[in-house]
C-alpha cells in the first residue's frame, strides 16, 4: 500500500500540516488492515447477496441469518428489538456494519503474521468505532426527540421547581457519563484484543526458551520440550476467536443499548 499509495498518502498529509510517524511509511498499518477488512466483509456481503434463497439458503447464509437473528436472542436485530423501543429495524445497517467489522478485524489476529494483524488491536480503531458510535446514537437521539427535548433528557427531563433545582446538578454529570462512553468503548475492545495478542507471544516466548534450554542439554530433552510451545499456538488461535466473537457481542450489545437509551422519551 505504501509503494502504490504512499507517495499520495504524503502529499495529503503534508497539506494538512500532519507529520507521519514513519515518513518512509505514511500509511499506517492500522489503516491498511482497517481496509482489508473492509474490503473483505464487502466482498462477503456482495457474494451472500448474490446467493440469497428462500428455498434452498446456503452455509452462508445461513451464518448471515445467525448474526441478524437466532433463537438465544443474541443477533444484532435481536438486541435492537430488546434495547429499542420503537424503529429498532431502522438501526440495523449501522449497528450491524460495526458489529461484522468489529468480528472481522479481531478474527484477522487469530493466525498471527507479518501478512494479517488485528486492526482492533490498535486503540486508534476501536477509538474510530467508538466516535462513530457516540456520534450516530447522540444524532439519533436528537433526530427522535428534538434537539431542547434530548439535551433535557440529561437533566432528567424536569417538570417541577425541585425538578430543575436537581437538573443543575444532574445535567453536567449526564454529558460526562454520556461522553465517557467513548472511553469505555474503546478500552474494552482494545484492551481486551491487546492483551491476547501480547500474551500469546509471552507464553510463546517462555516455552521456546524452555524448548532450546533443553536442546542444549539433549535432543531428547529439546524435543520433548518442543511440544508445548507447538501446541501453545493452536491453544490460543481458540481462545483469540473466543474473545474475538465475545468483543464482537459486547460491540452490539452496547450501541443497541445507547440507542435505546438516547431515543427513549427519558433516560
Keep these: 500500500m505504501n509503494h502504490l499509495f504512499g507517495h499520495y498518502a504524503a502529499a495529503l498529509l503534508a497539506v494538512l500540516h500532519i ?23 464487502t466482498i462477503l456481503a456482495l457474494v451472500l447477496r448474490s446467493r440469497l434463497s428462500v428455498e434452498k439458503p446456503g452455509a452462508m447464509q445461513q451464518v ?28 440495523i445497517p449501522f449497528v450491524g456494519t460495526i458489529s461484522v467489522f468489529v468480528l472481522v478485524g479481531n478474527l484477522m489476529g487469530a493466525f498471527p503474521s507479518s501478512f494479517l494483524q488485528a486492526p482492533t488491536g490498535k486503540v486508534e480503531v476501536p ?7 457516540f456520534i450516530y446514537f447522540n444524532w439519533q437521539g436528537i433526530r427522535r426527540l428534538g434537539l431542547g427535548h434530548y439535551l433535557l433528557t440529561f437533566a432528567g427531563s424536569p417538570k417541577d421547581l425541585g425538578a430543575w433545582i436537581l437538573a443543575v446538578l444532574l445535567f453536567p454529570v ?21 492483551a491476547s495478542d501480547l500474551i500469546y507471544i509471552i507464553f510463546l516466548t517462555l516455552l521456546a526458551g524452555g524448548a532450546t534450554f533443553g536442546w542444549s542439554k539433549s535432543p531428547v530433552l529439546g ?20 474473545v474475538s466473537v465475545i468483543q464482537a457481542y459486547v460491540f452490539t450489545v452496547l450501541p443497541a443499548v445507547y440507542l435505546g437509551l438516547a431515543t427513549a422519551e427519558e433516560h
Design 127 to 133: 477509538l474510530a468505532c467508538a466516535v462513530l458510535t
Design 19 to 41: 507529520q507521519p510517524s514513519n515518513p518512509e511509511l505514511p500509511i499506517p498499518e492500522r489503516v491498511v488492515m482497517s481496509i482489508v477488512v473492509v474490503v473483505i466483509g
Design 174 to 194: 449526564e454529558i460526562v457519563s454520556t461522553t465517557a462512553r467513548v472511553l469505555s468503548l474503546t478500552v474494552r475492545l482494545w484492551a481486551n484484543m491487546f
Design 64 to 91: 448471515a441469518e445467525i448474526l441478524l437473528t437466532n433463537p438465544m436472542g443474541f443477533g444484532v436485530k435481536d438486541l435492537l428489538e430488546e434495547n429499542v423501543h420503537h424503529g429498532a429495524s431502522q438501526f
Design 223 to 242: 524435543v520433548v520440550l518442543a511440544i508445548f510451545p507447538a501446541a501453545i499456538p493452536v491453544a490460543f488461535i481458540g481462545l483469540h476467536i473466543f
